[in-house]
């Protein structure tokens, strides 16, 4: 027993095949861009963090170019952004799969439900490395006497963000679940 698709169309061999609605293909174009631009802005930020690190290498002209803040600093920044858009590359990525069963027209599968689980992890472990690295840059500015300690934002809502996708990774697990044992019982 299979599952009715959303979008059915029939094709010249008489088989039903799915056609995207204008939504999902929206989606599927957008994520696409969104993925490269995370590959450009992480290939960027790998190059300050390249670019700091040379200032350790003794050349006089790097270190110059450190005006407003020290080039321990910007690689520390550097490297936590570093770390941060590659979690983000995680999450677009879960995110493109999941798209690409929504077209196929199979959105319940136990693989969506693993996806959605990586995804609030990599959420949650983004938040962490945030917090953590914005106290280590505070921190640091503080003893170079650069900037004021702060104290790290707690951002609620992307806690409850977490909550969401949690909830939602459950929702789909238990479909998948529900959809198995009804195929079973057919």
């Known amino acids: 027993m299979g599952v009715e698709p959303l979008y059915p169309e029939e094709n010249d061999g008489g ?16 994520l696409t861009v969104i993925w490269w631009a995370g590959w450009v802005f992480l290939g960027l930020f790998i190059l ?4 700091a690190g040379l200032t350790f290498t003794g ?14 600093l910007v690689l520390i920044s550097s490297g936590s952004v570093i770390i941060v858009a590659l979690v983000f590359l995680v999450i677009v990525k879960q995110l493109r ?16 439900a ?16 945030r917090l953590v690295s914005t106290f280590a ?8 006497n650069t900037v004021d300690l702060q104290a790290p934002d707690l951002r609620i809502y992307v806690w409850f963000m977490v909550l969401a996708v949690i909830i ?18 057919v």
């Open 137 to 144: 840059i505070s921190w640091f500015s503080k003893t170079t």
């Open 97 to 112: 799969k999941i798209s690409h069963t929504l077209v196929t027209g199979d959105p319940f599968v136990p693989e969506n």
């Open 15 to 30: 088989a039903v095949r799915v056609k995207a609605g204008p939504p999902i293909a929206f989606l599927n174009v957008l």
């Open 168 to 185: 939602l990774a459950e929702v789909f697990r238990e479909g998948a679940r529900l959809r198995q044992d009804a195929k079973l019982t």
């Open 59 to 72: 050349i006089e002209s790097f270190k110059k170019s450190f005006v407003e803040t020290t080039p321990f």
């Open 48 to 51: 300050v963090f390249l670019y």
């Open 114 to 129: 693993k996806r959605l689980r990586k995804i609030w992890i990599a959420v949650a472990a983004g938040e962490i490395i």
